[in-house]
């Protein structure tokens, strides 16, 4: 069995610094594309930023994060980050980390986290 954990979030002033994590534990198969997503109160969950096996490191992030966010991943393939700087008031939203790109699944991942909220005030 499968679990994301995610930790790192809170609340920080517009122009902060946040460092989310994601736990994996189980096997994932090594390749898996991982990712960060963000839903806000009233919107649709978005992809926020993309990664893809360590063979690959295909990365890929939404227009508004770029130049902001950065994703990666541990060798071991059991850490997830995502590292936002420069953060605004739209970035507030609660993050999950997904892993296994299958789009025979809601927003096209297999695994999900719970979640960890990021409030950013300005």
């Known amino acids: 069995e499968v679990t994301l954990v995610e930790s790192g979030g809170g609340s920080v002033q517009a122009g902060g610094s946040l460092k989310l994590s994601c736990a994996v534990s189980g096997d994932i198969f090594r390749g898996c594309r991982m990712g960060w997503f963000r839903q806000a109160p009233g919107k649709e969950r978005e992809l926020v930023a993309k990664i893809g096996s360590l063979r690959t490191a295909d990365i890929d992030y939404t227009d508004s994060v770029k130049g902001r966010f950065t994703i990666s991943r541990d060798s071991a393939e059991k850490f997830l980050y995502l590292q936002m700087n420069s953060l605004k008031s739209e970035d507030t939203a609660v993050y999950y980390c997904?892993?296994?790109?299958?789009?025979?699944?809601?927003?096209?991942?297999?695994?999900w986290g719970q979640g960890t909220q990021v409030t950013v005030s300005s």
């Open positions: 997904a892993a296994c790109r299958d789009t025979t699944y809601d927003f096209g991942y297999k695994y």
